[in-house]
């Protein structure tokens, strides 16, 4: 685990706000589905991070704990949330968090998954669940063989050294998938059912915008300033040189189990 990359995005905790994308209504709908989840149902969000997610949530009446690491973040996630009375933020680390018993239908977690340890995370979730209850973890990942962009962003990447990073998710050269998800899930007690579905949209980005979303990424956050302004400044060009805006594709990958 990378810490530095895991505990980065504080730093910018509003322009993440501003900048990052929410998630496709399908999605809370296909998670409330499995999950068997009715309105006062309690849910515990890993990685709460602004509350993207967790106001989808608790907009359909679910009743939230949001956990999260971060200061900043949390500071944020709770205004964002400020007006559901069905929305708590803690600020800890959720393998450090005891559930009380196994009295939630629902852990879900929104872009924040792959920072938990899997060693404990599983546990923990399964510690949280009734039996029945759903896990679901869920990610926005740009399909690249969709960007007409792509080339010119990559050149950008490798220009500036940064190609080969495949961890990477605003890589163009990388490629989306579900991660380390079907293996870990086939490992972890007390889960079956484990599926993974993906929900496409888009988003149009300014050079402004897209330079902005970038700015928010752990693998920019934690360059150089010299080194990230050399890369920021070759992807704007790239966008400028094309009309100084672009579409992107996105997919959402929503990753479920349920708790047996």
């Known amino acids: 685990m990378d ?13 993440y706000d501003q900048s990052r994308p929410s998630y496709p209504e399908a999605l809370v709908d296909a998670v409330l589905e499995y999950a068997g989840a009715r ?13 993207k997610a967790t106001v989808l949530f608790a907009a359909r009446g679910l009743s939230v704990l949001g956990i999260e690491p971060s200061a900043e973040m949390a500071a944020v996630a709770r205004r964002n949330c400020a007006a559901y009375d069905n929305v708590t933020i803690a600020q800890t680390e959720f393998e450090r968090w005891r559930p009380p018993g196994h009295e939630f239908r629902l852990v879900f977690s929104g872009q924040a998954w792959h920072w938990i340890s899997p060693e404990s995370g599983y546990v923990v979730a399964r510690a949280a669940l009734e039996d029945g209850g759903a896990l679901a973890a869920f990610w926005n990942r740009p399909d690249w063989d969709a960007c007409d962009l792509r080339e010119e962003l990559g050149d950008a990447y490798r220009q500036n050294g940064q190609a080969d990073d495949m961890d990477d998710p605003m890589n163009p050269l990388a490629r989306s998938g579900d991660g380390a998800w079907s293996t870990e899930i086939a490992g972890a007690s007390g889960f ?9 949209w888009h988003s149009d980005y300014t050079t402004a915008e897209y330079l902005a979303l970038l700015g928010t990424h752990s693998p920019c956050l934690i360059l150089d300033p010299p080194e990230r302004e050399r890369l920021l400044a070759d992807i704007g060009a790239a966008i400028d040189a094309r009309g100084g805006s672009f579409r992107m594709t996105y997919v959402s990958i929503l990753c479920l189990a349920r708790a047996s």
């Open 39 to 51: 309105e006062s149902d309690r849910a515990v969000e890993v990685g709460a991070g602004t509350g």
């Open 3 to 15: 810490e530095r990359r895991r505990l980065s995005f504080g730093s910018v905790a509003d322009l």
């Open 192 to 200: 079956d059912g484990a599926e993974v579905r993906r929900y496409p």
